[in-house]
């Protein structure tokens, strides 16, 4: 289902109903832009040098579009009934005060987009207006100290103190603000003398001048009148329409003046009712190399990113406790060995093959049947295709235990290995981020670090170690690279050792690995403040990384190992 500005606040109710039903949701989002280019990425780096190069890479750019399907098990059908929604969602907000974002674009990305039918005069003129929890904090402070300024300042309206202080600001405007001032005061007093008349507008006034109207109306007529702003919806120009109130009226003026404050806050929070509905929830939450969808989910709808990678850890697990990743799913072990490929349109297609067995889906008739249509990069349809190959993922596992398990509940203890492991795009001898442990690093000492000539090319690194047999290069820049030996014969030393002794140039060096490699910060030293999320299940703060034994276990990791020997299989 689509759901737009327009009809946000009608569907809300039920879009929040069927998150607190369901068993799983699936997200996906989409973009203004992936990659500024501003650090390249390595296919050697560790988790916390991607994380600090996604940051950089990421700023700026926008989420343009939300996909959320939420999937309940029916126990008479057998079926899951299916609600698939996709949201636009643009920061632009008319209420005084909201920021107006400034966000970039990428080509390439905005051109894909736009191939695959995205509305782009939609996602603008009918985008979803959302805050984060600091910014929707800030206004709410905003608000309460307006109100409280305000019932203040009518109770104090009548002391000596503020008539002596009306009378100094008056002195000390100039003669022609004195006189706008002495002319408004008569049309007041007339008006305040006409008891037929109950209200009055005053009409043609700049900024400053709606001030000192303002002023004068809190000083000189204290009891009796509330002066409120009224924008012309037609022309947009702004007057002051004055009302005669009792002394309970103006008081309830007050009081209404500030809730529609707050209404109108809400209505700017707008999209992130629904992301926090997720986070407390609680629900497990399905998606596909979802790197980014975490991120910029998180920095949009709930505060900045911390340049900590440790920090980011902690914060993902408190605001989405239970995360899978079906890319991480299809790359080991059991479902890798029957599938060529692990991206999403393939693994949809997949799905529908032997040994795997399609979930069936009921999805009501005012949604679109995604069934019967296949909307890749729609963040809706993607959003449902995850979800499906999950479940179908699940449902697999269930039917290679012994005995088989028929219908494999979310919260089995066999999906407990992928939970909050985050797939590692393009990186050798990594596959994933674990939010929740320590990430395993291989020792890597078959990898060398070169520094050479401007001039140098692949082949030339590949001679100078040709004696060691096949090797990798990893380009780090137009002068460095980082060298992976394949089989390791020699001692890491004895490798230096032997192609320093062969080098003729000075500028030609090489060291260990790991004495090159960026140290992570510890996470203590970061000075990012969490959101206080309105929930109880914040979970310990994630450990430092630690170093793997055996690298050969990277791509089948130990905590995978059942897997392969459980004896119910």
């Known amino acids: 289902m689509e759901i737009s500005i327009k009809n946000f606040e009608t569907t809300l109710p039920k879009i929040l109903e069927d998150i607190n039903t369901s068993d799983v949701l699936s997200i996906d989002c989409e973009f203004t832009g992936l990659n500024s280019g501003v650090t390249k990425y390595n296919a050697l780096d560790t988790p916390h040098e991607r994380y600090c190069k996604q940051l950089k890479n990421l700023d700026k750019f926008m989420l343009m579009q939300f996909g959320l399907t939420t999937f309940t098990y029916n126990e008479s059908s057998g079926a899951y009934d299916v609600c698939p929604y996709y949201f636009y969602v643009f920061p632009f907000s008319e209420m005084k005060g909201v920021k107006d974002t400034c966000f970039t674009c990428q080509c390439s990305s905005l051109r894909y987009m736009s191939d695959h039918s995205f509305d782009f005069n939609k996602w603008i003129r009918e985008g979803i207006p959302f805050l984060n929890m600091n910014e929707e904090k800030r206004f709410l402070k905003i608000f309460e100290d307006l109100l409280e300024k305000n019932e203040q300042e009518h109770s104090n309206a009548l002391t000596p103190e503020n008539l002596s202080s009306s009378r100094r600001d008056f002195d000390a405007l100039s003669p022609d603000s004195k006189d706008f001032l002495q002319g408004i005061s008569k049309i007041v007093d007339i008006f305040m003398a006409d008891s037929d008349k109950l209200s009055i507008n005053i009409e043609n006034l700049n900024g400053f001048q709606r001030r000192l109207v303002y002023q004068m109306i809190k000083t000189s007529y204290p009891v009796g009148i509330y002066a409120e702003t009224v924008t012309d919806k037609q022309t947009h120009k702004a007057s002051i329409k004055l009302l005669k109130v009792s002394e309970d009226e103006f008081l309830k003026k007050i009081s209404d003046n500030h809730n529609k404050n707050l209404k109108d806050l809400n209505d700017v929070v707008g999209f992130s009712h629904v992301i926090r509905a997720i986070s407390n929830s609680c629900k497990m939450i399905i998606g596909h190399n979802m790197l980014l969808d975490l991120m910029f989910t998180i920095s949009h709808f709930f505060c900045d990113l911390p340049t900590d990678y440790e920090e980011f850890k902690a914060l993902s697990l408190t605001i989405f406790p239970k995360v899978i990743d079906t890319k991480v799913m299809a790359s080991i072990h059991p479902f890798k060995d029957n599938l060529q490929h692990t991206g999403l349109k393939q693994l949809y297609t997949s799905i529908n093959e032997k040994p795997f067995k399609k979930i069936s889906v009921s999805i009501p008739s005012d949604f679109k049947n995604y069934n019967d249509s296949k909307d890749y990069h729609n963040a809706g349809f993607d959003s449902f295709a995850t979800g499906v190959c999950f479940l179908t993922f699940k449902d697999y596992l269930g039917s290679i235990c012994k005995p088989s398990i028929s219908h494999l509940t979310v919260e089995s203890p066999l999906l407990q ?137 990277t791509r089948d990791d130990e905590e995978f190992k059942p897997f392969k020997e459980c004896s119910d299989w």
Do not use: C
């Open 417 to 553: 290995p992928f939970f909050n492991k985050i797939f590692l795009y393009k990186v050798v001898d990594m596959m994933y981020f674990d939010l929740k442990d320590d990430d395993l690093i291989p020792p890597r000492d078959n990898i060398f670090h070169l520094e050479f000539p401007q001039n140098w090319q692949t082949k030339d690194i590949v001679d100078l170690f040709s004696k060691f047999g096949p090797v990798y290069v990893h380009w780090i820049n137009d002068v460095s690279a980082y060298v992976q030996i394949l089989r390791m014969k020699h001692s890491y030393d004895e490798i230096i050792a032997l192609v320093s002794g062969h080098l003729n140039d000075s500028i030609v060096r090489i060291k260990h690995y790991t004495s090159s490699s960026p140290k992570s910060t510890n996470a203590s030293n970061s000075v990012q403040k969490r959101p206080q999320l309105e929930k109880s299940h914040e979970p310990p703060p994630a450990k430092k990384s630690k170093t793997k034994s055996d690298a050969s276990l």
